[in-house]
């Protein structure tokens, strides 16, 4: 990935078409985070495309590419999701979301729960922390960098995420699904 970052560096659009063609699948997700229709998080990453090519000379470390992309997409979508919060638009997606679950690929059902339950039950701040940890494999240190935290408080939300997951994965479920009977 080094030498596509530095390929992109010299104006190489194909490099950076690369480069994003590999991180599509964790933009998508991180944006997920905070976006919750389709278009809108296309829009984000697409946005995010455009001002990290424009700035990618800007970029001191080529080993930091990745970090770097991500604090663009995180403005980015705090940006849209704020935009949207004023104009308080339902989409037709969220509505058809809450209707059926559609998933023809059935190997993946139990994935999707489970990121979709994070989705739903954490706050934003919250979510974004555990993407960035489980999912990204980011250290506490690189996540306070991207989201502006000191590494210690970093690490105390992850413990308190954790702690919480885990309450009530041994209730069964039953603050998330509600009680059967």
Do not use: H
């Amino acid at each position: 990935m080094d030498e596509l970052v530095k390929k992109a560096r010299q104006g190489d659009k194909k490099a950076f078409t690369e480069l994003i063609l590999l991180l599509k699948a964790d933009l998508y997700k991180i944006a997920k985070t905070r976006i919750k229709n389709d278009e809108d998080i296309y829009d984000v990453i697409q946005e995010t495309m455009i001002i990290a090519f424009n700035s990618i000379k800007k970029l001191k470390k080529i080993e930091s590419f990745k970090p770097w992309i991500i604090k663009i997409l995180i403005n980015t979508s705090n940006s849209t999701y704020k935009k949207a919060s004023k104009n308080k638009i339902i989409s037709l997606e969220k509505v058809e979301a809450y209707s059926s679950l559609n998933c023809s690929d059935y190997d993946n059902v139990e994935a999707i729960l489970d990121f979709n339950f994070i989705l739903k039950n954490f706050k934003y701040e919250d979510r974004i922390i555990i993407i960035l940890f489980y999912v990204e494999k980011f250290t506490d240190k690189e996540i306070g960098k991207i989201l502006k935290l000191k590494e210690n408080t970093v690490k105390t939300r992850r413990a308190r995420i954790k702690e919480k997951m885990k309450n009530i994965l041994k209730e069964g479920g039953q603050e998330l699904y509600g009680s059967i009977g």
